[in-house]
Nanobody
Framework: QVQLVESGGGLVQAGGSLRLSCAAS????????VGWFRQGPGKEREYVAVIRWSGGSTYYADSVKGRFTISRDNAKNTVYLQMNSLMPEDTAVYFC????????????WGQGTQVTVSS
């Protein structure tokens, strides 16, 4: 079993930055694909970014490309989401999730961390 805990959310002005952390426990997630997702007020959950396996290939939603960076520190069993140039439309609850195979749904989810961007 894997437990994921997000942290680092908060209130920030437009143009500011935050770094979210997704800390895993229970086992190493160095070989997992880990994604960040978000759900804004009145919106469906959407994909934000993903980092694959220990090699670290990364992919981003068009809405955050060039502003957000996903990374991982396998020694700390943690995945990060650096968010720069934040905009009010980035306001959402941000979740991290992990899966061991592209052919599986994301199996493990954190509880989420709130990010609020004021204009």
């Amino acid at each position: 079993q894997v437990q994921l805990v997000e942290s680092g959310g908060g209130l920030v002005q437009a143009g500011g930055s935050l770094r979210l952390s997704c800390a895993a426990s229970g086992r190493s997630i160095s070989s997992d694909e880990v994604g960040w997702f978000r759900q804004g007020p009145g919106k469906e959950r959407e994909y934000v970014a993903v980092i694959r396996w220990s090699g670290g290939s990364t992919y981003y939603a068009d809405s955050v490309k060039g502003r957000f960076t996903i990374s991982r520190d396998n020694a700390k069993n943690t995945v990060y989401l650096q968010m720069n140039s934040l905009m009010p439309e980035d306001t959402a609850v941000y979740f991290c999730a992990a899966r061991t195979s592209l052919f599986q749904a994301y199996t493990y989810w954190g509880q989420g961390t709130q990010v609020t961007v004021s204009s």
